[in-house]
């Protein structure tokens, strides 16, 4: 089973920016996507990108403030946030899944660990 290794989180002023990367062990997902969960609430899809063509896919939590890029060759993702508010505030979570529906948290078969971001006002 692919493993996902995710770095990048941390604590930003409101405005900043911050990249989170997601390493996956080896090619053996459809899709790569990143989720995010604040306290008290479920999980959030933010961003996701299918890997035999590069498309991707937004969530409205954060669509224009966001910049999905991969490296094909070392099996990463990166997520660029820009324009960071309190209420991003969240564990962000990585997953894989062989599913279409890259939107959809159930449909994913991994997790990583997930990394904190904090944006403070």
């Known amino acids: 089973q692919v493993q996902l290794v995710e770095s990048g989180g941390g604590l930003v002023q409101a405005g900043g920016s911050l990249r989170l990367s997601c390493a996956a062990s080896e090619r053996a997902f459809r899709a790569l996507g990143w989720f995010r969960q604040a306290p008290g609430k479920e999980r959030e899809f933010v961003a996701a990108i299918t890997w035999s063509d590069g498309n991707r896919y937004f969530g409205d939590s954060m669509k224009g403030r966001v910049i999905l890029s991969r490296d094909t060759a070392k099996n990463t993702v990166y997520l660029q946030m820009s324009s960071l508010k309190p209420e991003d505030t969240a564990v962000y979570y990585c997953?894989?899944?062989?599913?279409?529906?890259?939107?959809?948290?159930?449909?994913?078969?991994?997790w990583g660990q997930g990394t904190q971001v904090t944006v403070s006002s």
């Open positions: 997953g894989a899944t062989l599913s279409r529906r890259v939107g959809v948290g159930p449909e994913y078969d991994t």
